[in-house]
T-cell receptor
Framework: GAGVSQTPSNKVTEKGKYVELRCDPISGHTALYWYRQSLGQGPEFLIYFQGTGAADDSGLPNDRFFAVRPEGSVSTLKIQRTERGDSAVYLC??????????????FGPGTRLTVL | DQQVKQNSPSLSVQEGRISILNCDYTNSMFDYFLWYKKYPAEGPTFLISISSIKDKNEDGRFTVFLNKSAKHLSLHIVPSQPGDSAVYFCAARLNSGGSNYKLTFGKGTLLTVNP
């Protein structure tokens, strides 16, 4: 079956612009996560969706970052007024439920965002 | 502050030998640990996990050991193969009904297996 897909694979933008990053989770997975991986670091949690609702957005760095999942499947991470420090690989993951600690998260290939 | 630490940025081993990747953690509330493998331009792929109630979990060539008193876990790969060359991330989850979905990752260790 298809895994988690993310588009675009690469995004180059200028400082101050708005970007949208898309994630298609594995079909039937109710839980969806966004992580950010900066150079030389491990992935860092941003936000967790259970169905359509953002159950935990505590990892979003500031109010320029926002994510939606209107129909409980595809999710979009939106970044306003991008800054050079936003440059990173943005990873999306999904899992069957999310509520169980043993629930495996499956990651997509990521979107590499470069802010010039 | 790094709650999950992988102190070796890189490791090089010969094909057929054992690879040992180490991970330390500081938060005693972590109760589930995972290893992910990552190839360039791909997302992390789940490899193996262990619950805090166990001290060992084995899956084929991969074994994870957990030492709770030392807050230390290790991943053993035997025998190592060139295709195992990748970045390995250690990750942990909290024992908390409210946030047990959240993974905390280490910085990763680049494993190179030489033919």
């Amino acid at each position: 079956g298809a895994g988690v897909s993310q588009t675009p694979s690469n995004k180059v933008t200028e400082k101050g612009k708005y970007v949208e990053l898309r994630c298609d989770p594995i079909s039937g997975h109710t839980a969806l996560y966004w992580y950010r991986q900066s150079l030389g670091q491990g992935p860092e949690f941003l936000i967790y969706f259970q169905g359509t609702g953002a159950a935990d957005d505590s990892g979003l760095p500031n109010d320029r970052f926002f994510a939606v999942r209107p129909e409980g499947s595809v999710s979009t991470l939106k970044i306003q007024r991008t800054e050079r420090g936003d440059s990173a690989v943005y990873l999306c993951a999904s899992s069957r439920q999310g509520a169980l600690s043993t629930d495996t998260q499956y990651f997509g290939p990521g979107t590499r965002l470069t802010v010039l | 502050d790094q709650q999950v630490k992988q102190n070796s940025p890189s490791l090089s081993v010969q094909e057929g030998r054992i690879s040992i990747l180490n991970c330390d953690y500081t938060n005693s509330m972590f109760d589930y640990f995972l290893w992910y493998k990552k190839y360039p331009a791909e997302g992390p792929t789940f490899l193996i996990s262990i619950s805090s109630i166990k001290d060992k979990n084995e899956d084929g060539r991969f074994t994870v050991f957990l030492n709770k008193s030392a807050k230390h876990l290790s991943l053993h790969i035997v025998p190592s193969q060139p295709g195992d060359s990748a970045v390995y991330f250690c990750a942990a989850r909290l024992n908390s009904g409210g946030s047990n979905y959240k993974l905390t990752f280490g910085k990763g260790t680049l494993l190179t297996v030489n033919p």
